[in-house]
């Protein structure tokens, strides 16, 4: 099977489920959790209170999505509240944290700056400027890729190139696409067979601290 690092399909069975707070958790999987910047609301405080106690179940191995967004319905000063709840949620229960960022990527190399984290942050379903993305992976972080990338084909190769192997993780997000098509595209790229990827990816979710086989 191949990983998927990020989907909402809660039938997936080789990949992490995104669920929200107030989701009930299904019996099987694995599964993130945290409030979209989509979802932000001044009343945020009794999701995080949920966010931790959830924090703390085997099945729950990474915090988000959660992030940046022009489209979050509050403003900008209290998303990143918000996402620093979110990151802090992270770093106590040493679990990576998997953002959902449009626009505000400056901001976001800013906090990691200050905080300096040790636990991993990737950016799902990138598909921002490829200048963006050298200084994100100069910053540390790394990215996971969907078709919305793989749609503008010379974009994803770049994207590809900036980033390595090393720093990539591959996903279908909401999409109910068959995730073999992006993992055949990483693996055309790098000139390498599926399963050398798929491989490659499980060692990559070791290096954040994510032991899944």
């Known amino acids: 099977m191949l990983f ?3 989907t909402h399909n809660i039938k997936e069975p080789f990949g992490i489920i995104n669920i929200y707070p ?3 958790l299904p019996s099987k999987g694995i599964f993130s959790c945290g409030l979209h910047p989509w979802h932000y609301s001044k009343d945020y405080c ?3 209170e949920i ?3 959830r924090a703390c179940e085997n099945k729950i191995i990474a915090i988000g999505e959660t992030g940046l967004d022009p489209k979050s319905p509050i403003k900008l000063s209290e998303q990143l509240t918000i996402l620093k709840k979110h990151i802090e949620i ?5 679990l990576p944290l998997i953002i959902h960022c449009v626009k505000y990527h400056n901001e976001l190399i800013r906090i990691k ?3 300096v984290p040790k636990q991993s942050w990737i950016i799902h379903g990138y598909n921002s400027k490829t200048t963006t993305l ?3 992976i100069d910053a540390g972080f790394c990215i996971s890729i969907n078709s919305n990338l793989l749609q503008n084909v010379q974009k994803a190769e770049e994207v590809l190139k900036i980033a390595g192997l090393d720093k990539v993780f591959i996903e279908t997000d909401d999409s109910d696409e068959d995730i073999s098509i992006n993992y055949k595209f990483v693996a055309n ?3 390498y067979p599926i399963d050398k990827i798929n491989n490659q990816i499980i060692n990559n979710l070791k290096r954040i601290g994510l032991n899944v086989a």
Do not use: P
Not at 90 to 94: I, L, R
């Open 4 to 6: 998927n690092f990020h």
């Open 22 to 24: 107030t989701e009930n």
């Open 51 to 53: 966010i931790k106690h």
């Open 90 to 94: 992270s770093e106590f229960y040493q």
């Open 189 to 191: 790229y790098f000139g």
């Open 134 to 136: 050298q200084q994100l």
């Open 113 to 115: 700056k200050q905080i």
């Open 46 to 48: 009794s999701e995080l």
